[in-house]
Nanobody, 126 residues
Framework: QVQLVESGGGLVQAGGSLRLSCAAS????????MGWFRQAPGKEREFVAAISRSGGTTNYADSVQGRFIISRDNAKNTVYLQMNSLKPEDTAVYYC???????????????????WGQGTQVTVSS
């Protein structure tokens, strides 16, 4: 079992920054591919960013490329999402996801992940 707990969400003005964290339980973290997704009201959950087990490979949605950075610290069982130059359209609940075991470096589809956090709200005001 993998348990994921997100933190770091909040209210920020457009152009500002936030850093989300996702703490994972268990000894499987370093063997798990990780991802961030988001879901705005009335919309489907969408891919934001993904990172491989070692952190050597990352993947981003076009909408956040160049603004968001995903990283991980396997010693701390934590994955991060640094969000810069935030826009009102980034407003959503952000979810951390894990795939264990993982044989694919990065994954972009909801169905490819088998563990999810409870989500953290990010609101960007204009």
């Amino acid at each position: 079992q993998v348990q994921l707990v997100e933190s770091g969400g909040g209210l920020v003005q457009a152009g500002g920054s936030l850093r989300l964290s996702c703490a994972a339980s268990g000894r499987t973290f370093s063997s798990s591919a990780m991802g961030w997704f988001r879901q705005a009201p009335g919309k489907e959950r969408e891919f934001v960013a993904a990172i491989s087990r070692s952190g050597g490979t990352t993947n981003y949605a076009d909408s956040v490329q160049g603004r968001f950075i995903i990283s991980r610290d396997n010693a701390k069982n934590t994955v991060y999402l640094q969000m810069n130059s935030l826009k009102p359209e980034d407003t959503a609940v952000y979810y951390c996801a894990a795939r264990f075991p993982s044989t694919i470096a990065t994954m972009t589809k909801v169905g490819q992940y088998n563990y999810w956090g409870q989500g953290t709200q990010v609101t960007v005001s204009s």
